[in-house]
């Protein structure tokens, strides 16, 4: 009675300890902060996170150059995954722990082209390819899994952003021939058909083509947004397009008047999109995913053209515009009537797409946003857009300069507050939040050993951003996940042990008592 006791008991504790363990370890998926490029599928460039408001509560991290030989070699855009930030240079695919150390890195099948805006599924690392192909690698291990078939001619080119969702990615390719005179967007299914083959060549789900007489028919630059069962994007000949997600089946279209080389922005039932012309399009959908016509809306930029990603909160839309000649503004825009509510200088062009940080944004405080655009421009500034209810035009001020020049990188960020983008010469920063420095409270303060001033230790540490202001702090969550595991594995081998040393006792007193 008591053996069997005990044989039921290490069982159940086997199983206890089978069901602690996370379903997505079995399944090879992780959780994501920043899946890509503009974070998720409808392409919202949201962050919940407190980041830095001003200058003064900016410190950099670290920081880690990818073209360290300075021959402009080609560096993509970084994503947020399992704790760790992916990012593809050259033909690699590096991962970065959150202390900016590379702690993995694949080999691709070609260079990454001019733009590598990756993404993450299914527990996949999508990379787009020079020559327009699309590689699928193991987000764990990093090994091959299939590379989608090759372009129908020479000099296409995969510069747009790639969108995932249920099993499938979405994308669209140019013809680099001078300018982008032709190209398609298509569907890719994530599955591996063949896992033994790290060279599967994956067919498309469905492949677009534009129906335009003129030369522009590329992508370049777009990105589609999902909406119940559809895909929604455009591209160089103006066409906006709703296509079913897995069959490709049209469903409408809309004539916006003008190229687009931005990503279309869902909020709600409604599709924003910037033209490069300089136009802010509203345009509603109905449940079906067609277009509401009748109640398309649209604003003009202050500064010309547009090639950046709308953003929107609390009914108020934010698009950048501008060039080199003009110079950038961003204009904030009633997103109910297309109307323009105000508009500020940028002090100098930008084509990033802008971060939205929400994460103070309170009624008590009028609903204060925060966005973070890096400038094209010299110097590649980071520059960060302030405003609220109560502001009759946004508030724009430098918060940190890598100390380049000219940078079209976009900038994300982490749950604990830190901002990641590239500058111009090929290098990935890590820019966290630290506090203020505290005002003395009297003019003769009474030296303690919690006084920064009086501690050359503290002083150290806030000039390297180790102090533990908020986001500054190093990422602990994949520390404690290894330490789980390891507590994990280790009771497991207790009990497996415990078990065959009471299994192997009692063998031997019942030899014993036979004897």
């Not at 687009?260 to 490069?276: C, D, E, F, H, Q």
């Not at 009624?363 to 925060?370: C, R």
């Amino acid at each position: 009675m008591r053996k069997k006791i005990g044989i039921a008991g290490f069982v159940l504790t086997l199983v206890l300890i089978v069901s602690l363990i996370p379903a997505t370890v079995f399944a090879g998926d992780y959780s994501s902060e920043w899946g890509m490029f503009r974070k998720d599928k409808e392409n919202s460039g949201q962050s919940s996170s407190k980041t830095a408001r001003v200058a003064g509560e900016a410190v950099k991290k670290w920081s880690h150059n990818l073209d360290p030989k300075a021959q402009w070699s080609p560096v993509g855009s970084p994503i947020i995954v399992g704790g760790n930030i992916y990012i593809a240079s050259d033909d690699d695919l590096n991962v970065f722990d959150k202390s900016g150390k590379i702690i993995r890195t694949g080999k691709l099948k070609s260079k990454i082209g001019y733009t590598a805006n990756i993404a993450y599924g299914d527990g996949k690392i999508f990379v787009p390819l020079d020559g327009g192909q699309v590689q699928a690698l193991d987000a764990g291990t990093l090994k091959s899994l299939w590379i989608s078939e090759p372009m129908p001619e020479a000099n296409y080119q995969n510069g747009s952003n790639i969108t995932y969702h249920d099993g499938y990615i979405y994308t669209g390719t140019y013809l680099a021939a001078g300018s982008s005179t032709d190209g398609f967007y298509f569907a890719l299914s994530t599955n591996d058909e063949d896992s033994g083959d790290e060279n599967e060549e994956k067919a498309y789900a469905w492949n677009h083509t534009s129906s335009a007489i003129s030369n522009a028919k590329g992508f370049y630059g777009v990105g589609g947004a999902v909406y119940s069962d559809v895909i929604i994007f455009a591209g160089d000949d103006g066409i906006l397009v709703s296509k079913d997600l897995k069959s490709g089946t049209e469903k409408d279209t809309y004539d916006l008047g003008g190229q687009v080389r931005s990503s279309v922005m869902l909020s709600g039932n409604t599709a924003y999109i910037a033209t490069k012309g300089g136009r802010v399009y509203s345009v509603p959908l109905a449940g079906n995913g067609t277009f509401k016509d009748s109640e398309v809306k649209y604003c003009n930029t202050s500064s010309g053209e547009s090639t950046s990603s709308p953003v929107i909160h609390a009914g108020k839309l934010y698009a950048v515009s501008g060039s080199f000649d003009s110079g950038g503004k961003v204009d904030v825009i009633d997103a109910g009537n297309m109307s323009k509510i105000g508009s500020a200088d940028l002090g100098g062009f930008s084509q990033s797409s802008p971060l939205k940080v929400d994460g103070y944004s309170a009624s008590s405080n009028g609903n204060t946003i925060y966005i973070y655009l890096m400038l094209n421009d010299s110097p590649d500034d980071l520059v960060v857009i302030e405003n609220s209810d109560s502001m009759s035009a946004p508030k724009v001020s430098k918060i940190f300069s890598p100390g380049g020049e000219y940078s079209m990188s976009s900038v994300i960020a982490d749950s604990s507050g830190t901002m990641y983008f590239l500058g111009n010469s090929g290098t990935l920063y890590a820019v966290g939040y630290q506090d203020l420095p505290k005002e003395p409270e009297s003019s003769d303060p009474k030296p303690t050993s919690q006084t920064a001033e009086k501690d050359p230790a503290a002083k150290d540490k806030q000039k390297t951003g180790e102090t533990k202001g908020q986001g500054t702090s190093p990422d602990t969550s994949d520390t404690k996940s290894v330490v789980s595991w390891i507590i994990l594995i280790l009771a497991s081998l207790f009990v497996i042990v415990s078990a065959w040393f009471i299994r192997k006792r009692n063998m031997v007193k019942a030899n014993e008592k036979n004897n």
